[in-house]
């Protein structure tokens, strides 16, 4: 079976800090890693994703992750965020074989303040 | 785009009452999930569907059901409402090992 355990409920930082929100996995066969953010009053969307190739992946809006197999984990961090980036983040994995589901974590709450 | 559609953004039933939720999705995606989304707990699994009339429990099944019976419909049943499941449900579809697309969610209250 697998599962995420995202290690902070919430993360409280300032303006043009630096963000790093963890997230750890644990499966028994090959994985595939996403990110989704949930803005307030609004829907799921994904926010960046490993399927294979290179272990470090962006997104548009300057958020990065790193799949890292011998740690199993796969955290996101922006070098500068912004008022705008305060949402709930979630991770998820999944895997090619037919018959298993997406399994998200407990979410992180970002707060940008100024 | 993707398009996932959920038939309501808000519903109020009564303790007791049989309830469906419906979701129909439109890229021919073989999976869908049903999850529910409460503070503090994240996303957890209802059910999800990898084909046709085909079913799997996910965490937390217990009090509902599912249907399967096109592939781009998939419905969750709540057999006999209760007030702990109040919650926001939220449907997804997605190809194998590929990003899930959601749906904007239902507001669920039991009264």
């Known amino acids: 079976a697998q599962s995420v355990t995202q290690l902070d409920s919430q993360v409280p930082v300032f303006e043009e800090a630096p963000v790093e929100l963890r997230c750890n996995y644990s499966s028994s066969v090959s994985v595939y890693l996403f990110w989704y953010v949930q803005y307030p009053n609004q829907g799921l969307q994904l926010l960046l994703k490993y399927l294979s190739g290179s272990t470090l992946v962006e997104s548009i809006n300057g958020f990065e992750a790193e799949f890292n197999k011998s740690q199993t984990s796969f955290h996101l961090r922006k070098p500068s965020v912004h008022i705008s980036d305060t949402a709930e983040y979630f991770c998820?994995?999944?895997?090619?074989?037919?018959?298993?589901?997406?399994?998200f974590g407990k979410g992180t709450t970002l707060s940008v303040s100024s | 785009d993707v398009k996932v559609t959920q038939s309501s953004r808000y519903l109020v039933k009564r303790t007791g009452e049989k309830v469906f939720l419906e979701c129909v999705q439109d890229m021919d995606h073989e999976n869908m999930f049903w999850y529910r989304q409460d503070p503090g707990l994240g996303l957890r699994l209802i059910y999800f569907?990898?084909?046709?009339?085909?079913?799997e429990k996910g965490d937390i099944p217990e009090g509902y059901s599912v249907s399967r019976e096109k592939k781009e419909r998939f419905s969750l049943i709540l057999e006999s409402a209760s007030t702990n499941q109040t919650s926001m449900y939220l449907c997804?579809?997605?190809?194998?090992?590929?990003?899930?697309?959601f749906g904007q969610g239902t507001r669920l209250t039991v009264v």
């Open positions: 997804a579809s997605s190809v194998q090992k590929y990003e899930a697309f």
């Open positions: 998820a994995v999944s895997s090619n074989q037919a018959g298993t589901a997406l399994i």
């Open positions: 569907s990898y084909d046709v009339k085909m079913k």
